[in-house]
């Protein structure tokens, strides 16, 4: 069963346009989130993170957004540009245990920005 | 390099050989941990080091995996016996400290045939 989920599996937008990606949880002891991007042969580069005591971080271009209530994410990305243009992982963690942050990552959905 | 490193990046083998993954983690990043992501999915846990202690091994799909970090630098990720189902990409990552940010390599693609 996951516990992160993200349920578009690709998105396109225009250059110059907002990109909205999306991410569910279903683990409510999660507590800090991420957005991670991918491009192909290449590991995942961390962009942005949040932890649940916030609502809402910026870093430029990309915000990321949480609603704690929905168990809902959401990383917009404005303006889009052909080089964001790849794989956005998000990614959960959980306090405590043994895990000591392990992520517990989505599938990814695979943002095509079009000039 | 700054960056995390992993080698070789892509390894073959054939079903029943034993492989060796290596990692080298940003220097001074004492938690590194082991991912693995097969086609089309996200990356998923497999193993956790706080230096050289391994602390966490709950993802390891079987017995036949095997990691280790002796000097709490390099890590090794050890496949015994392997199968077509562990054909993926085995991804390292490390971070300053638990709950950091992580930083993860370009992977190791192995497939097994």
């Known amino acids: 069963d996951q516990q992160v989920k993200q349920n578009s599996p690709s998105l396109s937008v225009q250059e110059g346009r907002i990109s909205i990606l999306n991410c569910d949880y279903t683990n409510s002891m999660f507590d800090y989130f991420l957005w991670y991007k991918k491009y192909p042969a290449e590991g995942p580069t961390f962009l942005i993170s949040?932890?649940?005591?916030?609502d809402k971080n910026e870093d430029g271009r990309f915000t990321v957004f949480l609603n704690k209530s929905a168990k809902h994410l959401s990383l917009h990305i404005v303006p889009s540009q052909p080089g964001d243009s790849a794989v956005y992982f998000c990614a959960a963690s959980a306090p405590g245990g043994g895990s000591q942050g392990n992520l517990i990552f989505g599938k990814g959905t695979k943002l095509s920005v079009k000039p | 390099g700054a960056g995390v490193s992993q080698s070789p990046r892509y390894k073959v083998a054939k079903r029943g050989q034993d492989v060796a993954l290596r990692c080298d983690p940003i220097s001074g990043h004492v938690s590194l941990f082991w991912y693995q992501q097969a086609l089309g999915q996200g990356p998923e846990f497999l193993t956790y080091?706080?230096?050289?202690?391994?602390?966490?091994k709950s993802g390891l799909p079987s017995d036949r995996f095997f990691a280790e970090r002796p000097e709490g630098s390099v890590s090794t990720l050890k496949i015994q016996r392997t199968q077509q189902e562990d054909s993926a990409v085995y991804l390292c990552?490390?971070?300053?400290?638990?709950?950091?940010?992580?930083?993860f390599g370009p992977g190791t693609r192995l497939t097994v045939t």
């Open positions: 990552a490390s971070s300053l400290g638990p709950r950091q940010g992580q930083y």
């Open positions: 949040i932890s649940s005591i916030k």
């Open positions: 080091f706080q230096n050289e202690a391994q602390l966490d």
